[in-house]
């Protein structure tokens, strides 16, 4: 199983929205309903911000929202506040009991 | 409340044995799998395994493979993750998560366990 693949980095000003971007397979991301992405602080534990691609968990804001068109997913935060400023993963389950996270993205408010 | 709280960390000696453990509060701990995650200083996630606390069933992902066992003592509502010989490769943060019935995601996550492995 290969990572999935993400930006390095993505950025944007305070108000503004940004959308990240998870490629998979048809193995994983395309094969499944079943992305969920994940926000790490620096120091914290990962988590959950967004699952079956586009569920968000109680108690994440509605400024996160997700998407998916074949083979890639998308997270996108809109109203950017300064405290979306963190590392945020994307991961896939990839049949057989096996999942993949993304290598990541480290997105920046300006 | 669901948590899970791992155990502290840990500083060995290449060559070394060690296991660490992630215990679960506030739900039904043999109802749901616990996965194990890796993340190497600065780098991202990498998925290792999951364990079924109900009846120790584990799978292992292909990269982690004889390279670390998971277990679990349902009767103390705990999950392990052990290493019988260290490498200084080993060095990095493991995160045990709650696994999602339905959604094939990680729903609740410890603390993280820091490993230090160094001679």
């Known amino acids: 199983q290969s990572a999935l693949t993400q930006p390095p980095s993505a950025s944007g000003s305070p108000g503004q929205s940004v959308t990240i971007s998870c490629t998979g397979t048809?193995?994983?991301?395309?094969?499944?309903?079943?992305v969920s992405w994940y926000q790490q602080h620096p120091d914290k534990a990962p988590k959950l911000m967004i699952y079956?691609?586009?569920k968000r968990p109680s108690g994440v804001p509605d400024r996160f929202s997700g998407s998916k068109s074949g083979n890639t997913a998308s997270l996108t935060v809109s109203g950017l506040q300064a405290e979306d400023e963190a590392d945020y993963y994307c991961?896939?389950?990839?049949?057989?009991?096996?999942?993949?996270f993304g290598g990541g993205t480290k997105l920046t408010v300006l | 409340e669901v948590q899970l709280v791992q155990s502290g960390a840990e500083v060995k000696k290449p060559g070394e044995s060690l296991k660490i453990s992630c215990k679960g509060f506030?739900?039904?701990?043999?109802?749901?799998?616990i996965g194990w995650v890796r993340q190497m200083p600065g780098k991202g996630l990498e998925w290792m395994g999951i364990?079924?606390?109900?009846?120790?069933?584990?799978r292992n992902s292909p990269s982690f493979q004889g390279q670390v066992t998971t277990s679990a003592d349902k009767s103390i509502s705990t999950a392990y993750l052990q290493w019988s010989s260290l490498k200084a490769s080993d060095t990095a943060m493991y995160y045990c998560?709650?696994?999602?019935?339905?959604?094939?995601?990680?729903?609740?996550w410890g603390q993280g366990t820091l490993v230090t492995v160094s001679s």
């Open positions: 364990v079924y606390p109900g009846d120790s069933d584990t």
């Open positions: 998560a709650r696994v999602h019935r339905r959604s094939y995601c990680f729903d609740y």
């Open positions: 079956d691609v586009i």
């Open positions: 991961s896939s389950y990839a049949g057989s009991d096996s999942w993949v």
């Open positions: 048809s193995s994983d991301v395309g094969g499944y309903n079943y």
């Open positions: 506030g739900y039904s701990f043999t109802s749901y799998w």
